[in-house]
């Protein structure tokens, strides 16, 4: 398992990786896909891309819904908690594959309402489940 300390050290390589490559998140397209486009989610650590912003938990609170504890508000932006073991449970903190399938299209038919186009990032990654931040494309940009 790892420790912590490990993790951060992680996180910290790949921040670096990420602003040098000028690292995007990966577009959640449309509902049919979004399962698949977070799949593809690049590790970004805490670099957010020029054209990119945190998305703001105010403006998907209730596409997410009280439910969701997995999903959260880390100031500034949202998280998503993911199991990545595949042996997660709905009782267990961490979002399982199928709250996820569950979770995915709702985030992505907020940023419809909202007229956003929406995308993820890898923040943080463990040995059993994974932080995902979830980013909104500035306004006047293209997919990068």
Do not use: C
């Not at 896909?33 to 209730?62: C, I, K, M, Q, S």
């Not at 042996?87 to 399982?96: I, K, T, V, W």
């Not at 038919?109 to 995902?132: K, S």
């Amino acid at each position: 398992m790892m420790d912590l300390e490990t993790i951060r050290e992680i996180q910290a390589e790949e921040t670096a990786r990420a602003a040098r490559l000028n690292k995007a998140p990966v577009v959640l397209f449309s509902v049919d896909t979004a399962v698949d486009d977070v799949r593809r989610a690049p590790w970004l650590g805490e670099y957010v891309h020029p054209n990119w912003r945190l998305a703001d938990y105010g403006d998907f609170r209730d596409a997410i819904g009280l439910s969701d504890y997995a999903a959260f508000d880390r100031e500034p932006g949202i998280w998503l908690f993911i199991d990545k073991s595949g042996m997660g449970d709905r009782s267990e903190p961490a979002l399982n594959g199928e709250e996820l399938d569950e979770l995915l299209p709702r985030l992505v038919e907020r940023a419809e309402e909202l007229d956003e186009t929406i995308g993820v990032g890898i923040v943080e990654e463990g040995q059993f489940q994974i932080h995902i931040a979830l980013y909104v494309r500035s306004v006047g940009y293209g997919v990068n």
